[in-house]
């Protein structure tokens, strides 16, 4: 970190408490856009539970069609947040510190989404969800059928959502003793002073509060691996399906999950730059870092990419290669590919390439945009184009156009993130202030030579 | 007789570290006084003793229970209910490692943070001698001891060149 600007505990409370002890002008106008849409998804829902899933474009033989890729774009983004938070962590990055708790705070976010994308608003009945996951009726012994993916699916996210949580909690209680300190309101402070259950910030406090950001990262990975691996299988083991039943699907989806949610946690630190003006704690030099594993990560996904379809293809059997023709060559879906590939890979990777570009709020914002773009509609072309062709197991072709209702469903849940994240910033503080003021102690200056070099002290 | 505690402020660490050998060589013992700071310094900053802990334990504690769970939920329910689908065993391996899986880890993370809070000595009813000032730079060092001896951990402290001294109580008068 070149670009370092020292900063005392109190202009760092000062400047990262800005909009939970004020309120910004910009944060309530936004707020109430968001629910705006929010609201009308949910309006949009309502009217689907009271005339049926026909008011979607659902239909045989396509049943997996905008719900269910929105829910595995929202896993994927939630994977970011936890992998770059535990990942960094563990390996002392020292980039890591104004990037976590937002990171882990849009995974949490974003689990939610998931789980209303897919168990709420694709079933079209919810409560028939508490079906698969709960047992509904004990005196006929009924219970969930576990050898399913759809038992799997909810037993994985559960587990990673209510992880995620305690992550954010625990790195919180320092934080919100802070916000106790400095409240003014007399409620205010009783509540965070609750929240923070009389933290006083002794050695011992500190000492755990290092090893439980070490421990909670170590036992959060295997997890961040399983969901995005059983997502994967809700259509890896189905054999019926061409282009589904591939044993690279787990680690596929697992890359595509860090391309995409990695690209989501650059442009929330735009955000942060721009709405809360974190200019002086985000600097260039976290951007480039970012950018850099952009480039890894976006690299690592396009080889999987290749890969799932070259071997797809390599057998020359012909279902498979009808539905690559499908994907690829045939309207609308090669329009849809083509925009998938170049926006996912080949407009923002060789632009990450420049230190110009890495350094540029503006354009790490955009080109992270475009990924996300291109990883939404990665995911629609593995499922509609699989599905609209007709399999052994099918007795019709079909196709799929979503209906508004569908659409404004979809809308909703990123405004559902979106307003989350917003909500979460006025309560909490969205970069970690401790750690912010960890990072600023163990800074120096070495001399070597003529050059003076910044130099951190790692224990 | 209640427990009473005394803070004094301090700025710079150096000057703490001086503090913490006063307390020291008045006679004070380590579970008397305590260092509160707003900031995570390197161990042994102010000469401090190493804090010991079992965290380690907690997440195989958890993750053993966490694995009977998903263990008897998985067998259990399907013995409940014993339908053959598929020609498919009733105790089938790969679904069932999945959920206990799950189950494992979910039972060490629940552990652990109940072991962070646990071991943190959280949470603390009474904040004793405390000042808002220790999240904005200052560093605390508090003495808990009985009310006569308190006027010379507070001597020994604005000695030692604390800038500020508070009272407070550490349990209920």
Redesign the interface.
């Known amino acids: 970190m070149q670009e370092h600007i020292q900063l005392?505990?109190?202009e760092i409370?000062q400047e990262l408490l800005s909009g939970v002890l004020g309120t910004p002008k910009w944060w309530l106008g936004l707020v109430a856009f968001l629910l705006l849409v929010f609201l009308t998804g949910a309006g949009a829902f309502g009217y689907m539970l009271n005339k049926g899933v026909g008011v979607t474009g659902l239909n045989r033989p396509i049943m997996w069609g905008f719900f269910m890729t929105n829910f595995v774009f929202w896993i994927g983004i939630s994977h970011a947040g936890i992998m770059i938070s535990a990942i960094l962590r563990l390996t002392q990055a020292e980039w890591r510190r104004p990037v976590t708790r937002a990171a882990e705070v849009l995974t949490v976010f974003s689990l939610t989404a998931a789980l209303m994308a897919a168990p709420l608003v694709h079933v079209g009945r919810p409560w028939r969800a508490a079906l698969w996951v709960f047992?509904y009726d004990f005196g006929?012994?009924?219970?969930?059928?576990?050898?399913?993916p759809f038992?799997?699916d909810p037993?994985?996210v559960m587990?990673y959502l209510?992880?995620s949580t305690?992550f954010v909690?625990?790195a919180l209680?320092?934080d919100m003793?802070?916000i106790?300190?400095?409240a003014t309101g007399k409620w205010a402070r009783q509540i965070y002073g609750y929240l923070c259950?009389?933290?006083?910030?002794?050695?011992?406090?500190?000492?755990?509060?290092?090893?439980?950001g070490i421990?909670?990262s170590a036992?959060?990975l295997?997890?961040f691996v399983?969901v995005h691996s059983?997502v994967s299988w809700d259509f890896a083991i189905n054999i019926g399906v061409d282009g589904w039943h591939s044993t690279i699907f787990a680690p596929y989806f697992i890359i595509g999950a860090i391309h995409s949610g990695v690209s989501a946690v650059t442009m929330v630190m735009a955000l942060m730059v721009w709405l809360w003006k974190w200019d002086k704690i985000l600097r260039p030099d976290h951007f480039d870092a970012i950018g850099r594993l952009l480039i890894i990560v976006a690299t690592t996904w396009f080889f999987f990419f290749i890969v799932e379809f070259f071997f797809a293809i390599y057998t020359k059997e012909a279902p498979e290669l009808a539905l690559r023709e499908l994907q690829i060559f045939t309207r609308p879906y090669v329009f849809l590919f083509l925009i998938f590939i170049i926006t996912a890979y080949f407009l923002p990777v060789p632009l990450w390439m420049f230190k110009k570009v890495r350094r540029n709020v503006k354009w790490m914002f955009w080109t992270t945009v475009s990924v996300n773009v291109g990883m939404w509609l990665e995911r629609f072309l593995i499922f509609v184009p699989s599905l609209a062709r007709k399999t052994p197991l099918e007795f019709n072709w079909g196709t799929y156009h979503p209906s508004i209702i569908e659409m404004l469903m979809v809308a909703a849940t990123f405004a559902w993130v979106a307003m989350g994240m917003l909500l979460f910033s006025k309560v909490f503080p969205l970069i970690p202030i401790?750690d912010i003021?960890?990072g600023m102690?163990?800074r120096d200056e070495v001399k070597i030579g003529r050059a003076i070099v910044p130099a951190s002290?790692r224990? | 007789m209640a427990l009473r505690s005394v803070l004094g402020l301090f700025t710079d660490e150096n000057v703490v570290a001086d503090a913490m050998d006063s307390l020291r060589a008045a006679g004070y013992t380590s579970s008397e006084y305590?260092?509160?700071?707003?900031?995570?310094?390197?161990?042994g900053t102010f000469g401090?003793e190493?804090?010991v802990?079992k965290?380690?334990r907690w997440?195989l504690v958890g993750a053993a229970c966490g694995f009977i769970v998903g263990l008897v939920?998985?067998t259990g329910?399907?013995l409940?209910?014993p339908l053959v689908?598929g020609g498919?065993p009733i105790l089938?391996i790969p679904?069932?490692a999945?959920?206990i899986?799950?189950?494992t880890?979910?039972g060490?993370?629940?552990f652990?943070?109940i072991g962070?809070?646990f071991?943190?000595?959280?949470?603390?009813?009474?904040?004793?001698a405390?000042d808002?000032r220790?999240?904005?730079?200052y560093i605390g060092v508090t003495v808990t001891a009985e009310e006569d001896r308190m006027g010379q951990a507070e001597r020994v402290l604005r000695e030692a060149g604390a800038e500020d001294i508070t009272r407070g109580w550490e349990t209920p008068r």
Do not use: C
């Open positions: 005392t505990p109190k409370n047992p006929r012994g009924v219970w969930p059928n576990i050898r399913s038992i799997w037993a994985a587990t209510t992880a305690l909690f625990v209680i320092p003793a802070v106790r300190d400095r259950m009389g933290w006083r910030g002794t050695p011992r406090q500190w000492k755990l509060q290092t090893v439980a421990l909670l036992l959060v295997p997890v399983s059983i401790f003021k960890e102690i163990v002290i224990e | 305590e260092l509160l700071t707003g900031v995570p310094y390197p161990e401090e190493e804090p802990h965290l380690y997440p939920l998985t329910t399907q409940a209910y689908t498919k089938g679904p069932m999945i959920i899986y799950e189950g880890m979910l060490a993370i629940v652990t943070v962070i809070i071991e943190s000595r959280l949470p603390r009813l009474f904040m004793g405390y808002p220790i999240t904005e730079g």
